[in-house]
């Protein structure tokens, strides 16, 4: 018995160094805090608590001890150190009546979590709200990037209303729409994306203190990110597979274009092409073109991918917004590249490559058209183009 207390101790005043508490100069309020918002470090607070001579310490010892009625080395620990403080003369150090109410510190009051659609750059918004033993809530706000990780993470005391009222606000103003979806998703995607962003050393200001903001909710580290937040249908899978080039019909995804920085590779070879000094024809130059997109759809989604969890993700919020048909098409694209298969005969990787290129092509258009408006040189084509134009028979 003795070895669990004293490994527990050194586990809990090991939690509270990391929380910034030195074991020398922390303080009542300090360690209340600590409890509230880490139920695993009582152990320690009770134990700290009894070289603390105040009335304040007496009082939380107490509530330590009428909460921990099933947990016999808490219960001890809070005793031995109400003892210690009785004998320094404490008042209010008294072992606390039988009926004496817990405040509810020690325990863990389930999370709740909250998943947005992922725009085109792969952000994605992730909220976990848990009660807190004072009343309200708290609110873990994340924004994840596949494959970037984690971008963003505040931590606020809200209360339902006001949770309700910003979730209205970002679907009004933002059409960002969030479901509900298991918190331990929320919460291990988070933690992977921390992770990631560390590794690459690419930690922003906003996303430095998350390991400390997460340990204010949980004192268990997160667990493995699952495959998919919700197993959604997947047979029959061909059919969903062939007409997935259809789900850049919802609204979510038609806002969905790879970006130039992904397909530069393939832009610099069209540009190439279109700037050889051999003249192909229209056949020849749409033949090369489209073996640039074959390309781009074969390298960009093979191997692991980012796509596959981004698919899942838009497979379970769909279902969660009564369109189980997509759901269906957007689960069996990801399961193609689950199962390594590249974007060639994906409907839906070959629709977003040749979207992505025609958007492409127009902004090239516009870029020109605007180049030209400002340019003040002459060329020998505007000069044949006006001799033409001039030369036109008059109605």
Request: proline share 6%; hydrophobic share 40%.
């Amino acid at each position: 018995m003795a070895d669990v207390r004293e490994a527990r101790l050194r586990d809990g005043l090991d939690r509270l160094k990391r929380l910034g508490l030195s074991s020398e100069s922390v303080t009542v309020d300090e360690l209340e805090k600590a409890l509230e918002s880490d139920p695993s470090v009582a152990l320690a607070v009770a134990d700290l608590c009894g070289a603390i001579p105040s009335e304040e310490s007496a009082r939380l010892l107490a509530r330590i001890e009428a909460g921990a009625a099933s947990d016999k080395i808490l219960r001890r620990e809070a005793k031995r150190s109400l003892y210690r403080l009785k004998q320094r003369g404490v008042a209010g150090a008294e072992a606390p009546p039988a009926e004496a109410p817990a405040r509810g510190v020690l325990a863990g009051p389930e999370a709740e979590g909250f998943l947005s659609f992922s725009d085109p750059s792969g952000d994605r918004l992730l909220w976990i709200l848990r009660p807190r033993p004072g009343g309200g809530l708290y609110h873990l706000s994340t924004v994840v990037n596949e494959p970037a990780g984690l971008k963003e993470a505040v931590l606020a005391e809200v209360n339902r209303k006001g949770v309700r009222a910003l979730r209205e606000e970002l679907e009004a103003r933002h059409g960002l729409r969030l479901v509900e979806v298991d918190w331990h998703y929320c919460d291990a995607i988070s933690a992977e994306g921390y992770e990631r962003a560390r590794q690459r050393g690419a930690v922003t200001e906003s996303a430095a203190h998350y390991p400390q903001l997460r340990l204010q909710l949980f004192s268990a580290p997160a667990e493995a990110p699952a495959k998919t937040p919700l197993h959604v249908p997947r047979e029959p899978a061909e059919p969903n597979l062939a007409a997935s080039a259809a789900l850049f019909e919802e609204p979510e995804l038609g806002r969905w274009f790879l970006g130039e920085e992904t397909l530069s590779p393939y832009f610099a070879r069209y540009r190439e092409i279109r700037d050889s000094p051999i003249v192909l024809d229209r056949a020849s130059q749409l033949s090369r073109l489209e073996e640039i997109v074959a390309s781009a759809v074969e390298e960009l989604f093979s191997g692991p991918s980012r796509w596959q969890r981004l698919l899942d993700e838009a497979a379970y919020f769909f279902a969660k917004t009564d369109r189980p048909v997509a759901a269906e098409r957007a689960a069996a694209v990801a399961s193609a590249l689950g199962e390594g298969k590249s974007g060639r005969g994906n409907a839906f990787c070959e629709e977003l490559v040749r979207r992505s290129f025609g958007a492409f092509f127009a902004r090239e258009a516009e870029r020109e058209r605007e180049d030209k408006a400002s340019s003040v040189l002459v060329t020998p084509d505007d000069i044949r183009a006006e001799r033409a134009r001039q030369q036109r028979p008059r109605r």
